[in-house]
């Protein structure tokens, strides 16, 4: 989740980050996700490997959305966290993003989409961040382009 981190880092996002266990910790996911809401969480990126029960038990006990972030597993290299992930009941969604870091980085990005609805500035910033990833995808293009020309 240091890609996470580091996005919210870098478009001033205030976040807490915490390691909880929906099998280990319980009692602490629950209280985690119960009070969210009143600590002023907006919403919850919850990241979790093998059976990932995390995102699903956090959605459980609060109203805030909670997107889910399947880590890379030794077993089944994350397919069994992602599976777990997005087949929640009807009526408990977790959003769900892609296994591993890019899931990571894009959790944040999304997590910072939504809060950007209601913030102007965050959503000047992520125009930005939009802006400058395309520019970096035609100077590599004008690279390549000038590379093949020679």
Do not use: W
Request: proline residues 4%.
């Amino acid at each position: 989740m240091k890609g996470a981190v580091a996005i919210m880092k870098e478009f001033g996002v205030a976040h807490e980050v915490r390691v909880i266990s929906a099998h280990r910790t319980p009692d602490a996911a629950y209280e985690f996700s119960r009070t969210a809401k009143e600590r002023g969480l907006k919403l919850i990126l919850a990241a979790a490997g093998k059976s990932a029960h995390l995102a699903g038990v956090l959605a459980a006990s609060t109203i805030i959305p909670v997107i889910g972030v399947p880590m890379k597993t030794s077993d089944l290299g994350g397919l069994d966290s992602l599976l777990s992930m997005v087949q929640m009941p009807a009526g408990i969604p977790v959003g769900t993003v892609a296994i591993g870091d890019a899931g990571a980085k894009n959790a944040a990005l999304f997590a910072v989409a939504i809060l950007a609805l209601a913030d102007p500035s965050l959503s000047n910033q992520l125009e930005e961040y939009r802006m400058c990833m395309a520019d970096e995808v035609r100077k590599s293009d004008a690279r390549i382009q000038d590379e093949q020309s020679k």
